[in-house]
């Protein structure tokens, strides 16, 4: 698979990473073979090889600053309008990884609908896309006949939407409910602990786990964006970011954890969705919460369903690699697809 990213920011290169370390893994286990082709980036530059980057050298280069210190080579081409390198790139899938933008999902919504028009797979960690036009890229998808995988918008590599779309297909789910981001899980953790505030938001941004602007996370706006990729991929609805209640932890202090911690409890940001709509907020649980348990940069979901009861999933949801990994499920998904269309 040759792939086009577009973002090179922490998760970009987590999977890169990836695809350099597991490389004789994957091919070895599942066939998998995976090189990227180009690079674009809004402020460090832009590198497009058809016969493959150096991970490497790519890693490098982006950890000095900059894309221009990628070495010189036959071939390989530095300026090009990104939108004029998706349509004619020889690649097979786009991988959005550029910042979220929650209110537009742009330039990044208009990168996808490029690369499936321009017969490509769409697979992304950009929560921008998922949140504003689910539904307008799936139909796109497959009235193209490519894949669009979400899958590492939400709780990062944990197989959120897998599980309630393959694995629970067939039970009715009636509502999500959990903690949809990592930052604001870490920060809450780590007051716990006597770290401030402003030192545990640092450390979640040295870590990777932040947005690009923290302000999403801390007031629950990267949740809330979570809330409406689950309502519109499980339960088909459209929720608006502008009428949701959404409140995050930026108001909370020390002395109010250690109240709830002294009366047995602890606060955690929890975002709920129904068939009926979705909110975020910070909610005070007792110690004996199976969410309670859920700490750092781990999330955890409960689908409540009409067959199973509740199913709980629990697992990292926000790092470089761990979101890396969402988006190399979703590139396997795309490969198989595009295995039994040409059997
Ligand atoms: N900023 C996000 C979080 C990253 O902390 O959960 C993963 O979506």
Redesign the pocket.
Known sequence: MRLLLIGFGA?GQGLATILRDQAAYLLERSGFEAHIVGVVTRTRGLLYQPDGLSIDALLEAIGKGHLDLYPTERGLIRQMDPLDLIRTAAADALVEVSY?NLQTAQPALDYCRAALESGKHVVM?N?GPAALAYAELQALGQQVGKFVGIE?????GTPTLRLALEALAGCRILAARGI???????ILTQMESGMAYGEALEE?QALG???AD?T??VEGW??AG?AVILAAAVFQQHLSLETMPVKGISHLTRVDLEEAQAAGECWKLIATVTPDGGQVEPVRLPLSHPLARVSG?T?AVTFSTDLLGDVTLVGP???PIA?GFGLLADLFTAQRAGQLKKS
Do not use: R
């Open positions: 998760v979220s960690a929560k590492a918008t939400v709780m990062a949809l981001n990592g930052t604001t899980n870490y979640a786990y932040a947005e923290p999403a996370d990267d949740a979570k940069a999330n949801g926000a790092g979101t």
